[in-house]
C-alpha cells in the first residue's frame, strides 16, 4: 500500500496518504470529553472536501458536541500484512441548513443499525495524523547462555 523506507515495519503518514486511506473506509470512532470524562462511539463515516462527516440520532453524540466540540475521530484498517490508523482532531458541528443536509445525503451515510438517524455531523479537522503498518512474523529476543531455554 505505501513504501516504507528501509523497510520500516511503522510509517508515519502524510496529510495526502491519511486523507487516502479515510476516503476508502465507511467506520470509525468517535471520541468526545464532557466534564473530564471521555466516551467513544462506533459511527459511519464518510470525506469531503477536507471534513469528515457523521450521520446519528437524538442522543449522546450530539449533547456533547452541544457542550464541547472539540472530538477525535479515530479510524483504521487491517488486514493479514498491513494495517493502519488515522486520527482526526477537531471541531464538530450539527448541520441545520437544507442545502447542507441535502448536500451531507449525497454523500451516501449509511447508519450501522436500522432506525432514524436523520442528524449530519461534520468535523472540521484541525490536525490529522496517521500510521502505517507492516506486519511481520514476531521475533522474541534472542535467548542467551543461562537462560531457561539456552541450556
Not at 459511519?44 to 464541547?68: C, D, M, Q, W, Y
Not at 477525535?72 to 442545502?99: F, K, N, P, Y
Not at 442528524?119 to 496517521?130: D, L, M, N, Y
Request: aromatic share 8%; net charge negative.
Amino acid at each position: 500500500m505505501f513504501d516504507h523506507p528501509e523497510n520500516h515495519p511503522v510509517l508515519k503518514l502524510t496529510e495526502d496518504q491519511c486523507w487516502q486511506l479515510l476516503e476508502g473506509t465507511q467506520h470509525g470512532r468517535l471520541v468526545g470529553v464532557v466534564g473530564g470524562r471521555p466516551d467513544i462511539f462506533p459511527i459511519n463515516i464518510a470525506t469531503h472536501e477536507g471534513s469528515v462527516f457523521f450521520r446519528t440520532a437524538p442522543g449522546t453524540k450530539l449533547a456533547e458536541i452541544a457542550v464541547n466540540d472539540q472530538v477525535l475521530i479515530e479510524a483504521d484498517g487491517i488486514l493479514s500484512d498491513q494495517g493502519w490508523s488515522v486520527v482526526v482532531r477537531g471541531s464538530a458541528r450539527m448541520l441545520e441548513r437544507s442545502q447542507e443536509i441535502a448536500a451531507a445525503e449525497e454523500l451516501g451515510l449509511r447508519p450501522w443499525v436500522p432506525g432514524l438517524k436523520e442528524h449530519f455531523v461534520k468535523v472540521t479537522p484541525s490536525e490529522i495524523s496517521g500510521r502505517h503498518f507492516q506486519f511481520e512474523a514476531y521475533r522474541d529476543r534472542a535467548l542467551g547462555e543461562g537462560s531457561e531455554a539456552g541450556g
